[in-house]
């Protein structure tokens, strides 16, 4: 007459399989890599595709003084 704790132990362990999966879908890594697509062609440094115009003036003003902006960022002109 008794447990029905058989079924529940089924149920929990094919519950969790499901979490592990879901948690397992792989790292970022491979997104960002594709996401840096913005490179400075002074010192090939690369950006993220988000990176503002801003971020892009102070890495030319900071690490090529002697450069121009638009040297290290040839899509900034318009």
């Keep these: 007459m008794g447990g029905g704790n058989g079924q529940k132990a089924k149920m ?20 960002n890599k594709k996401a840096m697509s913005i490179q400075c062609k002074v010192c090939m440094q690369t950006f993220m595709c988000t990176t503002s115009e801003v971020k892009c003036r102070e890495h030319a003003e900071a690490k090529h003084p002697k450069s121009d902006v638009y040297a290290c960022f040839p ?3 318009k």
Aim: no cysteine.
């Design 75 to 77: 899509h900034l002109k």
């Design 12 to 31: 929990a362990r094919e519950k969790n399989l499901e979490k592990q999966k879901a948690a397992s879908k792989g790292s970022q890594l491979d997104s």
